[in-house]
């Protein structure tokens, strides 16, 4: 059993940054890929951004591409989104996943919630 712990969301204003963290434990030796995403109010949860744990490879929706960035620390078993740029439409509770496989998400955090104001 994988359990994550995000941390790190607030409020901040537009056009600022915050940097989500997710604390996976046991150890994720069996995890094929970590990923972020994202339920708006009333929106059905998004994909955000993902990384494969061995290679590092990674892949970012297109509404964040260029402003968020995910990352990971192995000796940590952590994973980060770096987010910049930020708009009143990236409002949501984010929610960190492990997957077991190619999109077979098993995993997931309790969410944390982004608010951006104007």
């Known amino acids: 059993q994988v359990q994550l712990v995000e941390s790190g969301g607030g409020l901040v204003q537009a056009g600022g940054s915050l940097r989500l963290s997710c604390a996976a434990s046991p150890r994720t030796f069996n995890t094929y890929a970590m990923g972020w995403f994202r339920q708006a109010p009333g929106k059905e949860r998004e994909f955000v951004a993902s990384?494969?744990?061995?290679?590092?490879?990674?892949l970012h929706a297109d509404s964040v591409k260029g402003r968020f960035t995910i990352s990971r620390d192995n000796t940590k078993n952590t994973v980060y989104l770096q987010m910049n740029s930020l708009k009143p439409e990236d409002t949501a509770v984010y929610y960190c996943a492990a997957a077991v496989g190619l999109n077979n998400y098993k995993y997931w955090g309790q969410g944390t919630q982004v608010t951006v104001s104007l």
């Open positions: 990384i494969r744990w061995n290679s590092g490879s990674t």
